[in-house]
């Protein structure tokens, strides 16, 4: 399997992957009224998935994830200080599995470059799961968040995710995630999470 675990692989777990293409239409709460983060609904209307930033969690560079009945799925945190850290040319993130309540598990890791001189200014992920020491990148971000027109992709060059502007409606407030098939969701939103983060967004203090 080696070579082929960025493509189809359920990162968090195979219940939050779908046989067909899923649109999640993600709608920011504001920081006023409940503290900020996001919601993500399917087409019926229906909250899927849940993130609480760090308004709600009151500590910065924190998040987390929670599916529709409000049970927490991944715990997400920026790595915080140290020498390595301070010289480093990125910025890390990490997705941490929740087991009651409890984090269990690192899931992956994202990169987000300092600068756009390194890593053609993508951000990059890696999941924990390699074989055979492997540690080049899984999946990367292209685009820009900002302009709701960005993409995640496999290492393969393949589509996983991507977020789009809705044209009806001038506001970012509301705009689409179309995750392919066979991709987690639960990983994806995951990442969205991160990227509002880092771009000021809802999840922010």
């Known amino acids: 399997m080696a070579g082929g675990l960025a493509t189809k692989f359920p990162v968090v777990s195979k219940a939050y992957c779908s046989l067909s293409q899923t649109t999640l239409m993600i709608r920011k709460r504001p920081r006023n009224i409940n503290g900020g983060g996001f919601v993500a ?47 480093s ?15 269990s598990k690192l899931v992956f890791t994202l990169h987000e470059a300092k600068s756009w001189l390194v890593m053609n200014g993508s951000v990059k992920i890696f999941l924990e799961a390699k074989e055979n020491g492997r540690s080049s990148w899984d999946f990367e971000v292209l685009g820009s968040f900002t302009d709701r027109a960005c993409t995640i992709m496999d290492r393969r060059g393949n589509v996983v995710a991507e977020v789009k502007g809705e044209e009806k409606i001038a506001s970012k407030e509301f705009y ?6 066979g991709h ?13 983060y880092i771009n000021g967004e809802s999840t922010r203090c």
Request: hydrophobic fraction near 50%; charged fraction near 15%; aromatic fraction near 8%.
């Open 184 to 196: 987690d969701q639960a990983f994806v939103i995951a990442v969205i999470a991160i990227l509002d």
């Open 89 to 103: 040319f990125n910025e890390q993130w990490r997705g941490f599995l929740m087991d009651f309540e409890m984090t």
């Open 176 to 181: 689409s995630v179309v995750v392919q098939p």
């Open 41 to 87: 609904m399917d087409t019926s209307q229906v909250v899927a998935f849940a993130v609480d930033g760090c308004c709600v969690l009151g500590v910065n560079g924190e998040c987390m994830v929670k599916d529709g009945n409000g049970n927490s799925i991944l715990f997400i945190s920026k790595k915080q200080g140290g020498v390595l850290q301070a010289v």
